[in-house]
């Protein structure tokens, strides 16, 4: 399927987060038509600290954890006075300035969201929005994001302490007071690194247990001196190699996790989504985090772990992930059922080539500028510079992509949209230049 070069579909982005708005600035530097549509007062999406939409996870003390080397703009460069991993803050300000800078933010409608997205005849759909008002589109970007649909464990028992998700932790004193208490973090990603660290300081919380299911890898921020992800392995290099040499330099540098005192992994470095964090092998070094294991049930004031010892606790942060999930559809196709969602490319379901997901993967290093990249297939298309390979090419294609992105990894539902950056991106650059072929045949 192509659309018609001499055509100019008009397409409606959701969401004006990194994904939406540099989707808007491809659009708009063809003279495309679209309407972007945000929920909030501003754009930053999950990097806008305290968003009034209620979906950002944005706690105060958050830094990135992509160096500022591998986050950047293509046509916009980050501050030179930026450190390498830079204060949410400062990234949600570069969002801001690119926005104001190429002139996006009058054609984004603020504080405006996208209801439902209805099917019409032809592959157009038909936008409901929040005033009540609907409007005709030939195209639909989703760019609503995928860490604000917080999953919750579920455990039997009851607890009588504090609970809160990730998603919603702010920083140590509001609105729950941390000082003093004996805390529990569930989980080990990123979010369970950065806010196990901040609690287990010692003028904090009196003790700091941190509850893992299976051992995962801790990777340093930094490796011989430079932000780990400036390292990049020569294109030429087989993905096996690849990760076989990182995985003996990461081995080398940190050693094993059980010398931590951390549970041992069942998995390979890279065979999983690393846990990024500076400060948090130290913590558990220092004494100042006790490593527990799953949780077997909650007993009121008690949490009893699998290994049958038993806690007082008075407060529980679950860093337990996210749904994949779009409120705005109700066709069930279009429902991701446990964060499984096989998409070509990674951007769209074989028969619907006028709806785009952007964003939606978990690329390493970053998913900053990841739709960036993604937007160059979609307005290709959209100007009938690319055609689409039949559904049937589509499902196979994807089934050979999931296995080079996700053979790898153990299954969980954090690593069913797991790609690596570099890896993809050139491999998008190649199909849209087998989509101008595929034109070219049709015509």
Known sequence: MAFDAAAKPKTCIIGAGCSGFTMAKRLQDLGLPYDCFEKSDNVGGNWYYNNPNGVSSCYQSLHIDTSKWRLAFEDYRVPADWPDFPHHAQLCQYFNDYVDHFGLRETITFNTAVE????????RYLVTLSTGETREYDAVCVANGHHWDARMAIYPGTFNGYQVHSHHYRDPFTPYDFRGKRVMIVGA???????????????????LFISMRRGVWVLPKYMAGKPADKAVLPPWMPPKIGRALAKASIKKTIGNMEDYGLPKPDHEPLDGHPSVSGEFLTRVGCGDI????????????????????REKVDAIVWATGYNTSFPFFKQDELTPKDNVFPLYKRMVQPGRETLFFLGLAQPLPTLVNFAEQQSKLVVAALT???AFPPADEMRRVTDEDEETYLGHFYDSPRHRMQVDFFAYCKDLMKEVERGAKRVKVSV
């Open 290 to 309: 006790t490593p527990k294991p799953g949780i077997e049930r909650l007993d009121e004031d008690f949490v009893i772990f699998t290994d049958g010892t």
């Open 116 to 123: 439902d997205v209805a099917d019409l005849p032809g592959g």
């Open 189 to 207: 990603g990123n979010s369970a690194m950065d806010i196990s660290s901040e609690l287990s300081q010692r003028p904090l919380a009196e003790k």
């Open 384 to 386: 009938g510079r690319y």
